[in-house]
């Protein structure tokens, strides 16, 4: 671990459309900071944490424990107030020199804002596995995203707390069209998801790979492993077989293992999906398929041991 860097929970507390908020009225986009800072500094000393950096319409925070953390962000949220937060805790490491602070978990805790509902809380796993345990912090979860600069997918929460909103939409575009995530107050947590109609692609693709898959195992067996048994004179006691056992007349060797590979390339080619994770697997065969995970830009071709990402 590098000098000065510690592992914190950091706390990101926004105001919501501040931009707007400040082109329409400067004196009220103040005031709502100054309410900020006041109503942010009335809570702290409660939950043991600390203000470490002002960013005019946030305030970066940081606690020992994470428990505090949620109970500070849930407890800031209820309080009345003329303005709207969005707030995201993440716990990971930091560097703090003098007035500063920056790291990997202070870049994270912002990027993870966008995905908080107004008037919520969102939490990082890291944050959501030491908390789920706690009877007095509800969650929901509400899937895995890709962050800016970060290659995995972050697996985000929110907190359902009575008097905390839950209720918003994510919004995803893909190759393939948008995707809307509807999360309301059910007693669920989840809502609705709706798909654009391009989402009928994954359906038309299922189709597509199937018969594909089927030919692809059909010429091959049909051309190359016919030839194989040609070569080795083994179609000699493949017809004797058929003609003395099954007592029929004997078929082209040719077709025969077409006909094979034809019903192994249906059984093992199409597509699977599961929409509860967003998923979806375009197989031609077991080692050659096409994964769109959580119907991202993240298109990964396997093709014999072979990865590529794009």
């Not at 907190?159 to 999360?183: A, D, E, H, R």
């Not at 007693?187 to 199937?210: C, N, Q, V």
């Amino acid at each position: 671990m590098n000098a000065g860097t510690k592992l914190t929970v950091i706390v990101f507390s926004d105001i919501v459309d501040y931009t707007k908020i400040s082109s329409d009225s400067q004196t009220t986009a103040l005031s709502f900071v100054k309410q900020h800072e006041k109503d942010v500094k009335s809570l702290l000393d409660k939950y043991n944490g600390d203000l470490l950096k002002n960013l005019g319409d946030g305030l970066l925070l940081k606690f020992e424990s994470t428990r505090d953390s949620a109970l500070f962000s849930i407890d800031l949220q209820k309080l009345e107030k003329s303005y709207e937060l969005r707030i995201s805790i993440h716990q990971g490491d930091v560097i703090q020199e003098e007035s500063d602070i920056y790291g990997d978990g202070v870049n994270v805790a912002s990027r993870i804002n966008n995905y908080s509902p107004k008037g919520g809380i969102v939490l990082s796993k890291s944050v959501a596995d030491d908390v789920s345990n706690e009877k007095d912090i509800s969650l929901i979860d509400i899937g895995e995203y890709y962050l800016k600069g970060k290659k995995a997918l972050f697996q985000l929460f929110v907190v359902k707390n009575q008097g905390i909103n839950v209720k918003q939409k994510i919004i995803k575009s893909n190759l393939w069209g948008k995707v809307t995530k509807i999360f309301n107050d059910r007693e669920s947590g989840f809502g609705t998801r709706e798909f654009t109609t391009k989402s009928i692609f994954f359906y038309i693709s299922s189709l597509a790979l199937m018969i594909l898959g089927s030919l692809y195992h059909y010429l091959f067996y049909f051309y190359f492993l016919s030839s194989i048994f040609q070569v080795f004179n083994l179609d000699f006691y493949i017809f004797n077989f058929i003609t003395t056992y099954l007592n029929v007349s004997s078929p082209s060797l040719n077709h025969l293992l077409g006909f094979i590979g034809l019903i192994i390339g249906i059984k093992n080619s199409g597509c699977e999906f599961d929409f509860s994770k967003m998923e979806a697997k375009l197989s031609i065969s077991k080692r050659i398929f096409i994964r769109l995970n959580q119907m991202e830009c993240n298109l990964r071709l396997f093709f014999f041991g072979t990865r590529f990402d794009r």
